[in-house]
T-cell receptor, first 110, second 113 residues
Framework: QKEVEQNSGPLSVPEGAIASLNCTYS??????FFWYRQYSGKSPELIMS????GDKEDGRFTAQLNKASQYVSLLIRDSQPSDSATYLC??????????FGTGTSLTVIP | GAGVSQSPSNKVTEKGKDVELRCDPI?????LYWYRQSLGQGLEFLIY????????KSGLPSDRFSAERTGGSVSTLTIQRTQQEDSAVYLC???????????FGPGTRLTVL
């Protein structure tokens, strides 16, 4: 079992819709969780971090964490074509290791 | 402030040659990471430096790969006797504290002919 798992996609949503990206992790004691966006040919850029159970909102982005279910998600409201990218989930586990998922490819259709 | 910088942005080398890739982290960041990303693939962890502690080298794929971080700041990743399978984008990231938000540099695209 991989440390961090994401559906590879591709995920396609129409412009203006909500995109939902999901991630599960294996280390139950993990405390720090991150979402990154990576455009083709570019390096990952940080979208959000989340450390506590519940929701954290930043503009059109909402990160959701459920430690009991070992599940973290990212919702993108009012999706725009410029949101089309690969989204990476990252987890910092109890072994002081960072693990990145392989990413979910999102396409927002105008 | 300035972000993470990496040099060179592109490097083309011949099989068997040695290469050095440089990373300049964000000032004050104690943690520095190196990753490798092959075309269409995910991030592969290589090595992690935290403050003055011994680096975590668990991700280095072979003994041809080594890295150092001088003075707790600039880091150099060295690949000896490069092979074609070393061709990838090498990414450096830094964070203020261990386990904190990582900020990535633009990467170095390495092509081994």
């Amino acid at each position: 079992q991989k440390e961090v798992e994401q559906n590879s996609g591709p995920l396609s949503v129409p412009e203006g819709a909500i995109a939902s990206l999901n991630c599960t992790y294996s280390d139950r004691g993990s405390q720090s969780f991150f979402w990154y966006r990576q455009y083709s040919g570019k390096s990952p850029e940080l979208i959000m971090s989340i450390y506590s159970n519940g929701d954290k909102e930043d503009g059109r982005f909402t990160a959701q964490l459920n430690k009991a279910s070992q599940y973290v998600s990212l919702l993108i409201r009012d999706s725009q074509p410029s949101d089309s990218a690969t989204y990476l989930c990252a987890v910092f586990d109890t072994g002081n290791q960072f693990y990145f998922g392989t990413g979910t490819s999102l396409t927002v259709i105008p | 402030g300035a972000g993470v910088s990496q040099s060179p942005s592109n490097k083309v080398t011949e099989k068997g040659k040695d290469v050095e890739l440089r990373c300049d982290p964000i000032s004050g960041h104690t943690a520095l990471y190196w990753y490798r990303q092959s075309l269409g693939q995910g991030l592969e962890f290589l090595i992690y430096f935290q403050g003055n502690s011994a680096p975590d080298k668990s991700g280095l794929p072979s003994d041809r790969f080594s890295a150092e971080r001088t003075g707790g700041s600039v880091s150099t990743l060295t690949i000896q006797r490069t092979q074609q399978e070393d061709s990838a984008v090498y990414l450096c990231a830094s964070s203020r504290l261990a386990g904190g938000e990582q900020f990535f540099g633009p990467g170095t695209r390495l092509t081994v002919l």
